[in-house]
């Protein structure tokens, strides 16, 4: 994809030839290559989302290429329908990839481009989810995990706030790294947490008392309670002091991991682990689904049902009703 989908100035454009996008939409000329661009940099604000839409144009324009199908006129409903029931995915990325053809040239269609969008008339493979498969950790497990790390230093402090946040606010990972000092304040006689998520929606949970000691104490050891502007957790140098920038997601994945291991945990916890077993503790201590909703940020209460457990070991109680 073009210079990491960086926008490329009009002028610079033609003199490039190019370079760097697909095929089709090169030979489909300036007007085209343009609006490529602009749909990447300009309609889709989300940075996972649109490296996973990238990737899925961009196999299939190459699909379309190795299918001698070489300009975007040629490519009709029967070639992305040919696209969708030849993909080797599993059903979430046939239906994620059909989602980026769509919407691609849905913004072509719009910056006439072509004429009509070939994706449109395409359906894909049916795909309903009504349990999810992120591992949680149960009550006790996420208690044994806190307790565990030792907060005689400030990394230590730190990993233990950002697992205590995940766990009691229900927090994505991503709205957590992006987190600044200022997004942990007093409102009235009570703390609260100010989350950034996706699609620029910011959201605003009550502290609990528990991720409140945990976010003192950290701020205290780091000594940086006064920066309102800067990133509250920071990654740490070869000296394990911490700088001045944010950690990355896949920085706070591998303390998780490394964590989970010294507790004794499942390797398969992750990030999101967390999400779901603050989802489920607060279920089974007789929260609503619709409050789980709303603290979650989810836009559906189907969402929050996915990172439900409390039915698990009814169910298994039931079974073992069976007796032969």
Known sequence: MTRDLVPIPRRELGRAGFEGLPAIIGRGGESAAWRFVEFFTASIRNRNTRAAYAQAVTQFFAWCEKH??????????????????????????????????????????????????????????????????????????ARTLIDSIKTDSVVGRRDRAIIGLMCYTFARVSAMVNMRVDDYYENGKRSWVRLHEKGGKRHEVPCHHNAEAYLDAYLDAAGIREEKKSPLFRSVDAKRQLTMNPMARTDVLRMVKRRAMEAGLPSSTCCHTFRATGITAYLENGGTIENAQLIAAHESPRTTKLYDRTGDEITLDEVERIAI
Do not use: C, S, W
């Open 68 to 141: 001698r199908v070489h300009a975007l006129e040629d490519i009709k409903p029967v070639v992305v329908a040919a696209y969708i029931e030849n993909h080797p995915g599993a059903a979430p990325t046939v239906k994620q990839h059909l989602a980026a053809i769509r919407m691609l040239f849905d913004y072509l269609v719009t910056g006439q481009v072509v004429a009509v969008n070939p994706a449109h008339a395409v359906r894909g493979p049916k795909y309903v989810v009504k349990r999810g498969k992120t591992p949680v950790l149960t009550a006790d497990q």
